[in-house]
């Protein structure tokens, strides 16, 4: 079974997308909490709870417990993705009548707790666990709770109760963001170390001050510690979680508050505030922008892949891409299935198969069972039939499907069905066969049409950039429309691996940011573009905004 990567990841922007259509109509609400809870409801919803759209009462069903109600746009959001109400209720946020509440309300479908008042969910979760008991039935619990939420007496009464009743069918969730409403939680009332000066960056340098899951620890529960943005690290977080019995557990999720939108990034301002309607279609475009860094380990070490696995999760790598390539397909032989099943135990970093195979209809089967998590075919050898078959197949096992085409190919006609939920296409930008080659320039122009196409048909997926990408072209890609990055000679023939990796980002970035002044100045002017610029208040990404814009001649 794969990860549901993609899936997850187009889950989770459509719930962030929905998060400022809400709150920018409502005026109000809290976009901040709400995206730093993003990944962990996102996988929550597609890998774990146990529902039921049209019987949301249905009495087996997991329970899932927002104690830190505020962060409502964030559930409802979710709700809606899931299928529990239309997309278009959530313009109702906060009006009278409405079912969607500033907090969550039982009125609300898929709303178990009336959340708000903070530090009582935890509690609540201990009664629905314990009634489960007597009755015996089986089904989970998941609570989030805030950090700023953790200032409350109760939490850590509760801590105890569910310890002393070894309530094992609760899963809490802690979403470490170190902020709450007026400041930072460390300065406020530290659960790790008080934080003094200004810099939460302090806070995240140094894991020998992280304190809250000793915490924890101490009241006897099961504590899990995971970068709370990382799908594959959440997914088995929870999955361990699940399995132990005995003791509650709890996932110290360390999260950044506002995190996908720049602006709102690690901002306290941003805990209960809306954005407003000039502002929202630059947000919107750039939570469209999100992007991976995926370095291809045949790039590296051929005799030693264990190893190459290693640096690129050392080096901060989004997922890993596998070059699978069989000697007929393309001249040159790499590995295949059976590498990749000993190299899933080394981490759980999703693995992205690109398969330069011939017939892969035929083996499909064996990389899923390797344990992939995307796998990419190529249209030069398949048709409807064979593509319908491996595209079932994989979505059946939870495993992302993409599609390539050759630097010669076109999109072909009968991909067309597939392009609305077909979840990656890699337009290749070298022949395949080989890493180190250079990019074919006229790739550029092919994206121009291939984009068009894609349009066209409603694609949703990502679009992966593969061969020959380097830090000079990168941008540019971008800016064709690739979101995921492989690098193979770029990235991995590299010694210092997290720091190219922390370019292949910066140059990306420094492009996302031009498009999205771009986009301000269309929509506003200079006037527009200085107030988006002047929102960017934390760290230095307002000094390199301004530095584009005098670029631009947009100030
Ligand atoms: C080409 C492969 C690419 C390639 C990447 O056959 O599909 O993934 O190895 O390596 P670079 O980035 O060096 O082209
Ligand atoms: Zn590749």
Not at 10 to 17: E, G, L, S, T
Not at 77 to 82: E, K, M, T
Request: with cysteine; hydrophobic share 40%; aromatic share 8%.
């Amino acid at each position: 079974m794969g990860l549901n990567y993609y899936k997850i990841k187009k889950h989770i922007r459509k719930a962030r997308k929905l998060v400022i259509k809400s709150t920018t109509v409502a005026a109000s609400g809290h976009p901040g909490g709400s995206f730093s809870m993003a990944e962990i409801m996102g996988v929550l919803f597609n890998n774990y709870l146990h529902f039921d759209t049209k019987n949301p009462l249905w009495e087996d069903r997991d329970r899932l417990v927002l104690s830190k109600g505020h962060a409502s746009p964030g559930l409802f959001s979710n709700l809606a993705v899931a299928g529990y109400f239309d997309e278009s209720e959530m313009e109702t946020l906060r009006k009278f009548g409405s079912r969607l509440q500033g907090h969550p309300d039982l009125k609300c479908p898929g709303v178990e707790f009336c959340g708000g008042s903070l530090g009582i969910g935890l509690s609540f979760s201990i009664g629905i666990a314990l009634a489960a008991r007597i009755n015996g039935k089986n089904h989970r619990i998941f609570t989030i709770i805030g950090d700023g939420e953790s200032n409350e007496g109760q939490v850590w009464e509760a801590a105890m109760t569910a310890a002393k009743y070894k309530v094992d069918t609760i899963t809490a969730i802690l979403d470490r963001n170190f902020i709450q409403q007026d400041s930072y939680t460390e300065k406020i009332m530290p659960l790790d170390e008080q934080l003094t000066g200004d810099d939460l960056s302090e806070m995240w340098k140094d894991a020998s001050r992280w304190k809250t899951g000793d915490k924890w620890r101490s009241f006897g529960w099961n504590v899990i510690e995971i970068d709370g943005h990382r799908i594959e690290q959440l997914d088995k977080a929870i999955s361990q979680a699940i399995a132990t019995k005995g003791a509650p557990s709890i996932i110290v999720a360390r999260t950044i508050k506002g995190k996908g939108v720049e602006h709102m990034e690690d901002n306290p301002k941003w805990h209960g505030k809306a954005p407003d309607h000039e502002i929202a279609p630059i947000i919107d475009l750039e939570l469209d922008c999100q992007f991976m860094i995926a370095p291809s380990i045949i790039a590296g070490d051929m005799t030693n892949l264990e190893n190459e696995v290693k640096r690129c999760v050392n080096g901060r790598a989004d997922y890993i891409h596998l070059d699978v390539m069989d000697g007929q397909f393309v001249p040159n032989k790499t590995f295949d299935h059976t590498k990749i099943n000993e190299l899933r135990p080394i981490t759980e970093i999703p693995f992205d198969a690109h398969l330069m195979i011939n017939e892969p209809v035929k083996h499909v089967r064996d990389y899923i069972d390797a344990g992939s998590d995307i796998i990419t075919v190529h249209a030069e050898v398949c048709n409807e039939s064979s593509f319908g078959e491996i595209y079932d197949t994989l979505k059946q096992n939870q495993v992302s499907v993409g599609l390539a085409i050759n630097p010669d190919t076109e999109l072909p006609d009968w991909s067309f069905k597939f392009i609305p939920t077909l979840d990656q296409l890699i337009v290749m930008s070298v022949v395949p066969g080989k890493s180190g080659q250079k990019y074919i320039e006229s790739t550029h122009e092919k994206m121009t049409r291939v984009v068009s196409k894609l349009n066209e048909h409603k694609f949703q997926g990502y679009i992966e950039a593969d061969g020959g990408v380097t830090l000079e072209n990168a941008g540019a890609c971008f800016a064709d429309g690739a979101r995921a990055f492989v690098g193979g000679s770029a990235i991995i023939g590299q010694s210092d691996i997290r720091g190219v990796i922390r370019e292949f980002r910066d140059v990306i970035l420094h492009t996302r940011r031009r498009m999205l002044l771009q986009k301000a100045n269309d929509l506003g002017g200079s006037e527009l573009v200085n107030r988006w610029i002047d929102l960017h208040s934390i760290g230095k990404k307002k000094d390199e905004l301004i530095r584009i814009a005098k670029e631009l001649e947009h100030t």
